[in-house]
């Protein structure tokens, strides 16, 4: 199949492409000078894209913000005059996103309440997820496009067929006594039927939640089994790294362990039985059924459950509402990413992750979508880009691991794909370090990158990138429409040009209804609200620079305090992870009983490779002179691997807490780790002195 991406033409409220007069289309690479010591403050840096007049005439925020004008009479000369608009005038600027996406009536109030936490948006407005959805039907594209590791198979979904498939497993969600607010869950890979059974869940407004099949059974119970679920969806296998993975034995384990249970759907991608069981072909037969009969729901009504990382005990079960969901993603995909009817948009992701959920909203926008089962470095490094050039992809998200991969392989995707289609990459997961946003400049066709961060907690992003501004290296373009975001220092002060929390001081709708079994909140105020009262701290340390770009540091309970200046993590694993004869890095600061300061960094070496004296005076140079000379480890380790959450996070806290004397057993929840035999080989580290 090939997709040729449309000329760029200026979006509309319906976003698609408007003529337009003439204009410079071209991305401009100013160069880009990286800076050196980031303790305390960003240096100086040249953008290494800036949006053309063209750009910024054509993109669908311009038109949102004409919009604004229009409705306010308020002037809006650029992006950040709009940000700042929409921070100062919460209520008013999501009323105006949900009239611009003509989202229907709003019953009362847009804010009834804007405390923090508590916040409570659009009172007595009701609506359902998928009926944005079936607005953006159509016929001359596909929906949905699946791709499978290890075949040349491209299956389209139309629009039709997806609307129908949909509507068949909600009637089959139904006579199975399926209920809003019922909980339908889902053990599955990024397929088609993953989306399918996630729409059908959401008509009914029963509440939909996952996680991939790289999840054992027990890692899978851990979340799932605390929603009491009515309905379990699943596959009898998924395919990765160049194997079929037998997943019947994992689904036994699963069912036996929820007691609640009252069916199971199985969708064939092996073909291995899985007794009593429901085929998927006859729970989502499309024979007969147009459009999904939906159920209206109350702007809070739960859509979805996502869990946290659970590194030091069960998973937070996050709650998500259909309403907040809804307008956040519309803002983030149509308005952030600019993506609309032309797009085919592919984020390399799980459903175990938000990402994918984040995907999904493509449909929001007309956009196709597209699901990849398997490896994106199977069998070569730059599997994702082959992936993307043979289903033209405009819109790619992955990781800075998965790019750094590509950047040490020596792929060069815009020489070896055809890319042509390609206009935007987005990346998250971790920080992005300055070689790798320059490294996809010049090897990936020269589109801009959009670096962004946020969270599970919010299902979206709070800085990220946008078409209108420009692209700095190793930077995050500017804060998302209505987020509030700042970074303050430990008394509670907004700093710039200098490393503080992230924090946001004013309400988002798609901030947490609630956590899963937290009846008085409790849970809830102390994961994001005990350190400045009123005022969601997220956990990183972020800089914000004069230039209304973003910088992120890495986790600031995983901080490296030396000699009273605080570093995040990022910033060394941006430096030490170029190096060619390291895999990958984990690097810890871990305050002693003594009130000593132990600071080792653990290293996982490229194969063939030896840590030697030369290795390491090597990688001491490259921290002191691209990072600090105050942040030089005390001691550089080899070590068989790097242990990470099943979402790919490297687990710098638990293992901090074991070099500080903490129980093993108590520090870290075995299952969320990806491979937990490696906590083993951690615990019998130890610090200088009690060796």
Known sequence: MRQQRAPKRPRGRDGRRRPT???????NCAGARIRNDRTQ??????????????????????????????????ELPDYHGLWRWSVDNIADFWAALWDYFDLGPVAGEVLARSDMPGAQWFPGTTLNYVDRVITQARTDRPAIVQVTEGTADVTETSWAELLAGVAAFARTLRELGVRPGDRVIGYL???????????GTAAVGAV?????????AKAALDRLGQLEPTVLVTADGYRYGGSAHDKSADIAALRAGLETLEATV?????????PGSTPWAVAADPAGHTLPETETVDFAHPLWIVFSSGTTGLPKGIVHGHGGVVLEHLKAVALQFDIGLDDTFLWYTSPSWMMWNFQIAGLLTGATIVCYDGSPAHPRPDTLWEIAARTGTTVLGTSPGYVLGCMKAG????????????????????????????WLQQNAGGVPVASISGGTDVVSAFAGGVRTVPVWPGELSAPYLGVALDAYDEAGQPVRDEVGELVVTAPMPSMPIRFWRDPDGTRYHDAYFDTYPGVWRHGDWITRTRHGSVVVHGRSDSTLNRH?????????????????????????????????YWMPLFVVLAPGTELTDGLRDRIKEVI??????????????????IPHTRTGKKLEVPIKRLFQGADPARVVERSAVDDPALLDWYSEIRPPGTR
């Open 21 to 27: 007069n003439g204009g410079d289309r071209s991305a």
């Open 624 to 641: 002191r002179t691209e990072v600090s000379p105050r942040h030089v480890p005390d001691e550089i380790l080899a070590a068989p691997a």
């Open 266 to 274: 199985v969708v064939s991608r092996l073909g291995i039985e899985v």
């Open 208 to 216: 939909w939640s996952a996680c991939g099949q790289d999840y054992s």
């Open 411 to 438: 792929s060069v995707p815009a020489t070896e794909h055809d890319l042509s289609a390609l206009r935007l990459i987005g990346i998250t997961g971790s920080s992005l370090p300055p070689s790798s946003s320059l």
């Open 564 to 596: 009273g200046i605080r570093m995040g993590s990022a910033d060394i694993y941006q430096a030490v992870e170029r190096l060619p004869e390291i895999s990958e890095a984990l690097v810890i600061g871990a305050e002693q009983p003594d009130g000593g």
């Open 41 to 74: 403050e960003v240096a100086a840096v040249e953008p290494q894209w800036v949006p053309s007049a063209r750009d910024i005439a054509d993109a669908r925020v311009t038109d949102f913000a004409r919009f604004v004008e229009t409705r306010t009479g308020t």
């Open 189 to 199: 890979p990024n397929i088609t039927e993953t989306v399918i059974a996630f729409l």
